[in-house]
């Protein structure tokens, strides 16, 4: 027990140091890309809470694998500090873990980002007083509040399982609904409000983490433009405009003066090579800094990694073909919401990831790899693409210049693309995220000499679909929370 609450003890003190370092991530991220000019308290807060709360979110499914793992042994047993109240208080705590990411991410989605959006908006229009601006913002939220409020209450009072009585009156079904709703606790409609994003989620892992996926890595091989040569070629611009401008002087030498287009237009020529001038000196400060030396030097292993992430990128692709493509011929049907009996089709993560499970962490690395790729590869595609709006692209996220409805619509687009990549996981490795290595006992007659004897042996086997479930019965499975909460 001793050893177990050491174990715990070390387990809590990495998860805060790894709170702490998704805070400074958060923090340098949003300053680095937020406008100088343009940048607000409110907006930064929020933009660099909601970055927080879309990793934590996305860290808990690792977390989430790690313990149902770590409450059994490899030979299938539980261990002995894995008693029920300790297991169940496990299970407990990260199940109300996601529960509260999960209405943290509505309480952003349909409340904050928007309000503090429209806040902003009004901001720039009118300079008046704030109470006005938070009036108009309120009205505006209105409409993401009522979308919420419907999806709420579309899952808490529809039934997911009507009862086949022919004679029963209409008093009674509208009770069987207040019941439900109570044996629920309104878990149900946070989940189907949470199911509702994750299809918008998917629409936008569609657009941006797919092209995030090819972007990252071909961005690492192109590689950027050196600043030598940019300095080269702003050094042609600025004798360029000194020739247009002298061009344009020299139609006064005999003592006429400009006209009114002349000096007009000597005055954005002057205008343009200063501001040439300007970009000269940035580039030469850049060209002399060390952090573009150390960026040339590591230039090969750039290449190397963008060749490895688009093999990566190839392996998710194959894998997710594989496993849909085994979930449309063999899983259970559509009222099982597809679950796979068993392992058919074999892809290449779904062997890999039971092989490491061997040699601990391997297979917690991998998984908890695969978990931070889709999410930066999404932000890498949000980043290159922009924000759009269909064919209207609304706004750039660039270094420095990025202004704050931008970071906002950042932040919400990852927190749908959080809900979705759990489910895209599951896909990629059905088996692994639903169980992580939990092995369970199958009785079997020993055989001896060809004739089957009365000894009974236990061998150990990795939980599937076909596991029984329960807790503290040595045969049993414990499914991840996450897995739960779709159910």
Not at 200 to 216: K, P, R
Not at 234 to 258: A, H, M, Y
Request: aromatic content about 12%; overall charge positive; hydrophobic content about 45%.
């Amino acid at each position: 027990m001793a050893a177990a609450a050491s174990e715990l003890l070390t387990g809590w003190f990495l998860f805060g140091l790894a709170l702490l370092a998704i805070l400074i991530f958060s923090w340098v991220y949003v300053r680095k890309y937020q406008s100088r000019r343009e940048s607000e308290v409110i907006s930064t807060v929020t933009a660099i809470f909601a970055l927080a709360v879309a990793l934590i979110s996305s860290a808990l499914l690792p977390v989430d694998i790690f313990l149902v793992s770590y409450m059994k042994n490899q030979n299938g047993t539980f261990k002995d500090w894995a008693d029920a109240n300790v297991s169940r208080q496990i299970e407990d705590t990260v199940l109300y873990g996601y529960y509260t990411l999960y209405s943290i991410i509505l309480f952003c989605v349909f409340l904050w980002i928007p309000f503090v959006y429209f806040y902003y908006e009004e901001k720039e229009e009118d300079d008046g007083n704030t109470c006005s601006q938070v009036k108009t913002a309120l009205k505006y939220t209105l409409g993401f509040i009522t979308v919420c409020a419907v999806l709420l209450l579309i899952g808490a009072f529809v039934p997911l399982d009507i009862p086949n009585k022919k004679n029963s009156t209409e008093w009674e079904k509208v009770k069987l609904l207040f019941e439900e709703f109570g044996s629920s606790h309104g878990l149900t409609a946070l989940s189907f409000s949470i199911s509702s994003l994750t299809v918008i989620g998917m629409l936008a892992a569609i657009t941006y983490t797919a092209y995030g996926m090819s972007a990252l890595p071909l961005n690492l091989i192109k590689g950027t433009t050196s600043a030598a040569y940019e300095r080269l070629e702003n050094t042609e611009d600025i004798e360029e405009v000194e020739q247009r401008i002298l061009r344009i002087k020299s139609k006064c030498r005999d003592g006429r003066p400009l006209s009114s287009r002349d000096r007009r237009a000597v005055q954005q020529l002057e205008e343009r090579l200063r501001t040439l001038r300007r970009r000269e000196r940035h580039l030469e400060t850049i060209e002399k800094s060390w952090w573009l030396k150390f960026c040339e030097a590591i230039r090969p292993l750039k290449i190397v990694w963008g060749v490895f992430f688009i093999i990566v990128a190839l392996l998710f692709t194959v894998s997710l073909f594989l496993s849909n493509l085994d979930k449309a011929l063999h899983s259970a049907g559509f009222d099982s919401g597809f679950i796979i009996l068993g392992t058919n089709l074999t892809n290449p993560l779904n062997m890999l990831l039971p092989v490491l499970q061997t040699v601990f962490p391997l297979d917690y690395i991998l998984i908890t790899t695969i978990v931070m790729y889709f999410i930066f590869t999404s932000m890498a595609g949000i980043r290159n693409m922009g924000i759009w709006f269909f064919w209207i692209r609304l706004y750039k996220i660039r270094r420095g210049k990025t202004r704050p409805q931008a970071l906002l619509f950042l932040c919400m687009i990852l927190l749908l693309i959080v809900l979705h990549t759990s489910y895209m996981i599951y896909s990629l490795a059905p088996q692994y995220v639903m169980y992580g290595s939990q092995k369970y006992l199958v009785q079997s007659n020993k055989t001896i000499d060809g004739q089957p004897k009365n000894v009974t042996t236990f061998v150990a086997k990795d939980c599937d679909a076909d596991a029984p479930e329960g807790l503290l019965n040595w045969i049993n499975c414990i499914m991840l929370q996450r897995q739960e909460i779709c159910h």
